[in-house]
């Protein structure tokens, strides 16, 4: 097992070697780390957690055109590494059910899945988050902030077509929700510490953001 893992690696850093959007190898070794350490505290078959933490992008819809013939290549992959067949379809479903887009997303079945999906999002917040998150607004033409559309949670797909969507707005509409959302006591733990850091930078943005000298002596 351990020499599939090491291929995996191998194989996920060619794939996102041209990553633009916040899914470079460090963001997959990042969450490999952490899964691994909530695997540590938490249980759960260790080889599955640690291939769908390093396999969980290389089908993500930002990064392949054709997501079917991404999921095809991966499971063709692991059929060649021999990986058992009950190993692959559950990293194939704990692929699946990891990103998080709108609010009706079935809940993570098995604490393999929990722990990655936890791994995921500790890396989506915090100071990584923070980064992240202007990268990929710079990377795909948003504005960090635009006064109006900061506090509303949702949007709608005109208004994200017409540019209305922006970093800051991304933290409203995702990123301070994560906290909450952790599966493992662990994980929740370790949010906690980036979220009050997530809060502090807004703060400090809107003050700065703002330039008011009025109220200064
Ligand atoms: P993950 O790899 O954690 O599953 P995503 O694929 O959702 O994350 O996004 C990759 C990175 O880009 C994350 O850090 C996320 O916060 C950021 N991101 C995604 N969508 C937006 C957006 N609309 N505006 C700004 N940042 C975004
Ligand atoms: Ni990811």
Redesign the pocket.
Known sequence: MEEIIKRAEEWVQEKLKHDK???DWA?ISRVYRHAVYLAAKEGGQVPVIELAALLH?VV?D?LVEDVDAAYMELMDWLHAQCVPESMIIHIIDIIKS???KGGNRPPMKTIEGQIVQDA??L??IGAM?IA??FM??GAVG?SMYKEDGMVRETMTEEEYRNGQ?T?IH?FYE??LKLKELMNTQTAKKLAQERHDYMEQFLTQFMKEWKTDYENVD
């Open positions: 959007t916040g899914h963001h992008d993500d930002k990891m990103s998080f995921d999002r890396d989506a988050g992240r998150t990929y607004a948003h969507s970093a991304h995702k990123l």
